[in-house]
């Protein structure tokens, strides 16, 4: 694979997204736009207690209500038959068990859905939802972290695991830290966050038979749904189809078949017809996971010049008290910088709440807010500049492999990122920059994520007229891959994108993993590569075939293609088409499929996609409101497929980080282990007036060790690091270290 | 949403007869507060009597007065000539408040009558004095954060409610000593700004002195005093689209340095816009110098008392005071 890499961009370097008219007219259906004649509309009722038992549940006065089609819950429900039967009394779910829904009276959180009303139309079915009356037992519920803080123990699933990465971890020397000339230690935490994507969650839920389920259902995977939902309801997995071709966004919510998802099938199942149920903004707090609170601990040591000599990092990160979710919270400390002495802790609390899940940069962004705010504080303690200092500390290889990076230009971003930025321009004091007023202040941070590619198919198909369709069971959450996916395609049989459709987010289309980790590009876009070059062999070797072809002695790298167009050599005027090879050979078609995964050099280099991002802020120190003024955010992220929806990328990442630093908090009364933020007045993501300009440069290098296009990820990396930038450029504008998310008013007057 | 009536009325006498006869009946003018709460069971009027036909949608200039009726949009207000002209200070406040879009529905009327953004108040699975008097107060021993420090109750008490009033136009309009023209089943009357909203004392669940079935048709605005030193100050958590934690209105006549008027209101600090009758007490009469502005901004800051969460308002309403009469002052 090594040297394989994309031709050139050609003719079009960004190309416009593909579905972009489709979104901009409202003509992109979603999942809870599809039409049927029968359909009915269902409404979740949840839990408004955080532990007990349902001890009643009147459904009457709702079953009388007009239009009323069924209310279903625990004492009712048609059953999902892949769980195990019923205990008496009902006993408290095993840590490890995904949540059951209508499964038996038992309340693990506030918010759990204990009840679906089923109507006509969707204003029946809210009215009689809240007719229906639902008594509680309530038992003492344990919500808040750090209340609970010391109950966090090492995760079941590591104690069972040995080689789980969550195992702790000690490389070195044990007495570095404590011979350490410069040691710092420092707790950070970010409360729970959550995707809210614009889109919220919604399904309709179609059995077209008795044991044939459809599904359309924002998610990010329709295979991995597709599976679950095929086992939970124990049909063949063909049975199941499940459909999201449009995502309005997701940011890792979309990971998961939820609880919602199973009520709206029981639901339809009950009824016996469609069934549509779409998430109010308020539920989106509780049904589809959320960033986890966590809490770090940092220890640095490190020598007068400012070289790491030492680091712990201990993480602690919420979870259900049913499931355990884990992060790579503590993981990037290993990797990201060259020092020999490193500890890394995880553990786990358990709560009364519902399960967390992967948000963007799940992990990274947590952990490297707090790695890169330490480093910003030793910098500080050092009288360095906090770019001087990661230079310094620059990881040439792997530290925690000891494996050459398969590609990393990290410094390169750093000269990129500060000579943009002017970072020169930056005084090192805090407080000693001002403008208008206001506090000026300067940060940066680093940042990193894995490389992940997963098996991938894709089938490409040349048509009679010499159109192509090119399929595989991905998905598009938003960063645009139908139009990174036409563009490798184009790229590869020298066709023009017009003539290209990409075909994604249906169960049916060939196997590829959701959308997520940021592997898409790495992952399926290979297998477009693969699948499209076997196509332009294989009808190459069809047209050298044909009697007095051009093609029958041309050299097979002198072939050049253009718009379709097979050309023995660039100089050569004839050519014949791809049209033309289909018609001779009277073929309505031809197509390849190929799967793609990663191979040895996996074990012979490690893969990171790596960035950094500086940020400046002014801050009011009169109202203590912070703005960001300007970002600049850099990443060597190998070959760059659409330069367009690239940056699109990285300025959505930006905008999630700073949100992440200045606004995001999903607040808890705990006194009812409930969120007091359900809406978007009161849990805030960041707003027009609130995103300066931000400059996104990318190296564009091909990494050629990680895959035949020489592309990593980017999703992820994109929001890595960021909060920590802002809070960085917060400290140098205050003099206030802000340790805690997000950084409000409160916290700097 | 429960189900409702609908009517739209073509007449005010109409229009206030439907609600006075009918418990159950409410007004609706922009509805981007009621449909809200009625989506969130909160409000579950049996009829909604849509004013939105009704003629109340000049902005007139009358003699000494502005005039703007009920049923202006904020936008409108917002960007007609004559007030920005003569009044930016509500100019100020309305593009301060919530959304363009909003700001397109929303009106002069609605915007008053807006309810508290407390939480618990929105969700019915707290205990809310407001919603349901006598279930408790959620925020009282809650999350507090957004609550107020002004008109508080020294000893919390079952009926005790420590809700703001969310509206910027009603900060501005209190510092304007404005007037709210009401028409109800026994005739006309004027309210006082400062006499429309109340404090929750021992009823939360009454936001104004408004009595069922009147109608607002108008704001009156006496004429310019303050066409040019104003500033209305808004601190919230994102630089647009967010309500306030602290707001200050200041609106100064300042002839050769020396503060002739001034008035002074704040925002997100209580249960009613909050005018500041000490501070500008101290301020009349004065030259105008930070040092002025800071001891009034001590005064006016007498007798707040701070929550668990909301301690922060105590350090960061002072500073906004005075930086809206420096900002107002121009003294920079
Ligand atoms: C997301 C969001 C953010 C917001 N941010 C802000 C903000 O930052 N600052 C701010 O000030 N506001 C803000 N608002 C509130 C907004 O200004 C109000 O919702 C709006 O002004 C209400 O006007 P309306 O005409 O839509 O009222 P409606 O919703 O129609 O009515 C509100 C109430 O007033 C009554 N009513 C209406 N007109 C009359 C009348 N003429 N006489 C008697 N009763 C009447 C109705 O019966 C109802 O009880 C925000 C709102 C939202 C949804
Ligand atoms: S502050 Fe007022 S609105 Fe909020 S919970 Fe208490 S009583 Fe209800």
Request: charged share 20%.
């Amino acid at each position: 694979m090594a040297n394989a890499h994309l031709p050139p961009a050609e003719p079009e370097p960004s190309l416009n997204r593909v579905d972009g008219r489709l979104k901009v007219t409202g003509a992109a259906t979603y999942s809870a736009e599809y039409p049927f004649d029968n359909l009915a509309h269902a409404v979740l009722i949840t839990s408004t207690i955080a532990k007990g038992r349902i001890t009643n549940i009147n459904a009457k006065p709702a079953e009388a209500a007009p239009g009323v089609l069924a209310v279903i819950s625990h004492r009712n429900t048609p059953g999902v038959p892949a769980y195990p039967p019923l205990k008496q009394p009902a006993e408290r779910a095993p840590i490890g068990t995904a949540f059951r829904v209508f499964y038996d009276e038992l309340i693990y959180f506030s918010g759990q859905p204990v009840a679906v009303v089923v109507a006509q139309t969707l204003e029946q079915a809210q009215q009689a939802a809240s007719l229906v009356e639902i008594d509680y037992q309530t038992e003492t519920h344990q919500t808040d972290f750090v209340a609970n803080r010391s109950k966090a123990a090492i995760a079941m699933n590591v104690q069972r695991n040995k080689t789980s990465p969550f195992q702790d971890y000690d490389r070195g020397d044990p007495d570095a830290m404590p011979s350490a000339e410069v040691k710092l230690e420092a707790t950070y935490t970010i409360p729970t966050q959550h995707h809210q994507p614009l889109e919220p969650h919604a399904i309709i839920a179609v059995w077209e038979a008795d044991d044939k389920l459809t599904v359309y259902d924002k998610n990010q995977g329709v295979k991995s749904a597709q599976g679950n939902l095929a086992q939970a309801f124990k049909l063949p997995r063909d049975n199941v189809k499940v459909n999201a071709q449009f995502i309005g966004g997701a940011f890792g919510s979309g990971i998961r078949v939820w609880p919602h998802t199973v009520a709206a099938v029981l639901a339809a199942k009950q009824v016996k017809r469609p069934v549509k149920l779409v998430l109010g903004r308020e539920l989106m707090f509780t049904s589809v996971g959320y960033r986890p609170f966590t809490e770090q601990k940092l220890a640095i040591g490190a020598t007068k010049t400012g070289i790491l000599t030492a680091i712990m990092h201990e993480g602690i990160g919420q979870t259900s008290a049913y499931e355990e979710h884990l992060e790579r919270t503590i993981l990037a400390t290993r990797a990201m910088y060259a020092c020999l002495n490193v500890s890394t802790r995880y553990r786990l609390l358990n709560l009364d709440v519902n399960t967390p899940t992967w948000m963007r940069g799940p992990g990274d962004a947590t952990g490297m807010f707090a790695l890169e705010s330490a480093l910003d504080e030793l910098a500080f303690a050092l009288q360095l500049d906090p770019l001087e200092l990661r230079l310094r500390n620059h990881a040439d290889a792997d530290p925690e492999r000891n494996l050459p990076w398969s590609a990393k230009s990290l410094k390169e971003c750093y000269r990129m990122g500060s000579e943009q930025f002017g970072w020169k321009n930056r005084k090192p004091e805090p407080q000693s920059m001002q403008t208008d007023g206001m506090l000026v202040g300067y940060g940066m941070a680093s940042s990193l994520y894995g490389f992940h590619r997963h098996p991938s198919k894709a089938k490409a198909m040349m048509q009679a007229d010499g159109s192509v369709v090119v399929q595989s069971a991905t998905m598009d959450i938003g960063p645009g891959t139908g139009t990174a996916m036409t563009q490798i395609a184009a790229r590869m049989l020298g066709v023009s994108p017009k003539k290209i459709r990409f075909d994604l987010g249906d169960s049916s289309l060939p196997d590829a993993p959701g959308q997520n980790g940021s592997a898409t590009i790495p992952s399926v876009g290979s297998a477009v590569h693969d699948a499209c070059k076997a196509l332009k062999n294989k009808l190459l070797i069809l047209g050298a075939s044909m009697p007095g072809s051009i093609l029958s002695s041309a050299w097979p790298d002198e072939i050049e293609i253009k718009n379709g167009r097979i050309y023995p050599n660039a100089e050569s005027r004839s050519s014949v088409s791809y049209a033309d090879i289909l018609k001779y050979h009277k073929l309505p078609q031809v197509e390849m499929t190929e799967e793609s995964k990663s191979g040895p050099e996996r074990d012979q280099y490690s893969m990171y996609s790596f960035g950094c991002h500086f940020v400046e802020v002014h801050v009011s120190p009169v109202t203590g409101e912070v703005r960001v003024k300007r970002v600049v955010t850099c990443a060597d992220v190998g070959k760059i497929i659409n330069d367009k929806t690239a940056r699109s990328q990285s300025i959505g990442g930006v905008v999630g980080g700073i949100g992440m630093a200045l606004m995001e908090e999903s607040v808890m009364d705990h006194r009812y282990g409930r969120y007091v933020t359900s809406d978007f007045a009161s849990y805030h993501i960041p707003v027009h007036a609130d995103i300066p300009q931000i400059e996104v440069f990318f190296v564009d290098q091909p990494d050629v060790h990680v895959n035949p296009i020489g592309a990593k990820g980017l999703g992820e990396i994109a929001i890595v690091g960021v909060a920590a930038a802002v809070a960085n450029a917060v400290f140098h504008a205050t003099g206030k270290r802000v340790r805690e998310l997000p950084i409000t008013v409160d916290k700097l007057v | 949403m429960k189900p409702f009536e609908y009517v739209r009325p073509s007449t005010l006498q109409e229009a206030i007869e439907l609600v006075a006869t009918n418990p159950k009946a409410q007004f609706i003018a922009g509805g981007t507060n009621l449909i809200d709460l009625m989506k969130h069971n909160i409000a579950a009027p049996g009829k909604l009597v849509d004013i939105n036909h009704l003629p109340l949608k000049k902005i007139e200039k009358r003699d000494g007065f502005l005039r703007i009726g009920a049923l202006v949009l904020n936008s409108e207000v917002a960007s007609h000539k004559r007030v920005l002209a003569s009044h930016p200070l509500l100019v100020q406040a309305l593009n301060a408040g919530a959304s363009g879009q909003l700001r397109n529905m929303a009106t002069v009327g609605g915007n008053l009558l807006q309810r508290t953004r407390c939480p618990y108040f929105y969700d019915r699975a707290f205990p809310c004095n407001k919603r349901i008097p006598g279930s408790g107060c959620g925020a009282l021993g809650g999350i507090n954060r957004m609550h107020a420090i002004f008109g508080v109750p020294e000893k919390p008490d079952p009926r005790s409610c420590i809700a703001v009033h969310p509206s910027d136009l009603s900060v501005a309009l209190s510092a304007l000593e404005a007037t709210v023209w009401v028409q109800g089943p026994h005739g006309e009357r004027q309210i006082p700004m400062n006499d429309f909203h109340r404090l929750p004392n021992n009823r939360p669940e009454q936001d104004t002195t408004l009595a069922n079935g009147e109608l607002i048709t108008a704001v009156e605005i006496p004429d310019a005093v303050f066409p040019k030193h104003v500033h209305y100050l808004k601190v919230r958590d994102r630089a647009s689209y967010a309500f306030a934690l602290v707001s200050v209105a200041a609106a100064l006549d300042i002839d050769q340095n020396r503060i002739k008027t001034v008035r002074l209101a704040m925002g997100g600090v209580a249960h009613k816009p909050w005018r500041l009758f000490e501070a500008e007490k101290l301020l009349t009469g004065q030259t105008v110098s930070e040092t002025i502005f800071r001891q009034a901004a001590e005064v006016a800051m007498q007798g707040a008392r701070a929550f668990e969460h909301n301690a922060y308002k105590l350090k960061v309403a002072p500073n906004a005071i005075v930086q809206a009469l420096k900002l107002a002052a121009s003294l920079s």
